[in-house]
């Protein structure tokens, strides 16, 4: 079977196709034909060397992807070759053909979801879901407002949202990342490339605050989503890249708090519960991932390239 192996940390050119041997499962693990393998950013971050996690080389990149089981190992009662499944969590790297997971990273399939979305739940909707609800508590008519709503983790918290009755201010960075925000529900769409549109924002709220930021660039937002928080609100950094200066009075005076979030950090049962709570939004398309591109699995280098670009759509997946 074919894999992406790397070999060393380095620019996209180093994630490499190469012939592998096929897998086998051990016990608890199930071995996936991939059809379509999600591709994250924090995958360019461990490849580029960037991001404090080790590895061992050489390495096959993935955390997400989607396809029928192939075969299980020992003790694995809940599942069957054949049967459709995604997956989030990876013991042998997802940019491949075949994937061996623990069973506890696999998860149903419904029918009325493709492969290529089902490469797009995992990371994405497991992250918006212990944004909004594990870490802001999000309630019924609350206003949010998604500070990068148009990628993979925007579409996500926005479909989120949307099944939880909250209001929902989004920002995009392009006119088809805004056009895609507004047809996913946002009540209002603002270009977070566009000077002045912290403005719009306020203009929006109307002497309101926001009760919920989901931040996906606080290195950039942090201050400015500190000026429009309302009286206890929550901001919920999800993505950074650099160094912020902020305000802190800004939060004293507004009871607010500013919650870190990573996804990695969720224990098992919090995983079950956030992914058995994904199964009916899936079931109904009420959460429907939206695919903006796919690479072949030879492109992958394209891929991650096309992953930190500015002009978000949906997901980027990679087709094995
Ligand atoms: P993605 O699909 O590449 O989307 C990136 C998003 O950031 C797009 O909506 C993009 O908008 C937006 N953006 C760009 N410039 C912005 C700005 N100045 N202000 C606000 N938003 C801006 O990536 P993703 O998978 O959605 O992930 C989003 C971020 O969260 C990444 O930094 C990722 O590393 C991080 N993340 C964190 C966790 C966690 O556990 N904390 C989990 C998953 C992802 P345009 O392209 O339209 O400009």
Same mark, same amino acid.
């Given at each position: ?130 944004? !909004? ?6 309630? /019924?008519?609350? &206003? %949010?407002?998604?500070? =990068?709503?148009?990628?993979? $983790? #925007? ?61 996906? !660039? ?6 400015? /989503?500190?000026? &429009? %928080?309302?009286?206890? =609100?929550?901001?919920?950094? $999800? #993505? ?61 280098? !394209? ?18």
């Amino acid at each position: 079977m074919k894999a992406i192996k790397v070999y060393k940390f380095g620019d996209p050119q180093v994630l490499q196709i190469e012939d592998v041997v096929t897998l086998v499962p051990e016990a608890g693990e199930v071995v996936v034909d991939v059809k379509a393998a999600g591709v994250n950013p924090v995958d360019a971050y461990i490849r580029s060397g960037n991001y404090p996690v080790s590895v061992n080389f050489p390495y096959t990149p993935g955390i997400d992807g989607a396809g029928i089981i192939k075969a299980v190992g020992e003790n694995v009662k809940k599942f069957a070759a054949g049967d459709r499944i995604y997956f989030s969590g990876c013991q042998s790297g997802a940019y491949a053909q075949e994937a061996k997971c623990l069973s506890s990273q696999v998860f149903f399939l419904p029918e009325n979801i493709s492969f290529e979305q089902g490469a797009a739940v995992g990371i994405p909707y497991s992250t918006a879901y212990r944004a !909004l609800f594990t870490k802001a508590r999000a309630v /019924d008519q609350e &206003i %949010i407002f998604i500070h =990068g709503a148009s990628g993979g $983790v #925007g579409v996500a918290t926005l479909q989120l949202a949307k099944m939880a009755n909250i209001k929902i201010i989004g920002s995009a960075g392009s006119e088809r990342g805004l056009s895609l925000v507004k047809e996913q529900g946002a009540d209002h769409v603002v270009n977070h490339n566009q000077p002045g549109y912290m403005k719009e924002v306020a203009r929006i709220l109307n002497g309101q605050g926001v009760d919920i930021v989901v931040e996906m !660039l606080a290195n950039v937002n942090l201050d400015a /989503d500190l000026n &429009i %928080i309302a009286k206890n =609100g929550r901001i919920v950094v $999800v #993505g950074c890249r650099g160094e912020a200066v902020i305000h802190p009075r800004l939060a004293m005076v507004q009871d607010a708090t500013i919650l870190g979030m990573a996804v990695m950090n969720a224990s098992l049962e919090e995983r079950i519960k956030i992914f058995s709570s994904l199964a009916e939004g899936l079931k109904t398309n009420k959460l429907n991932p939206v695919i903006g591109k796919s690479f072949s699995l030879p492109d992958a280098a !394209l891929a991650h390239e096309a992953i930190l670009a500015p002009g978000a759509y949906g997901k980027i997946v990679l087709i094995p």
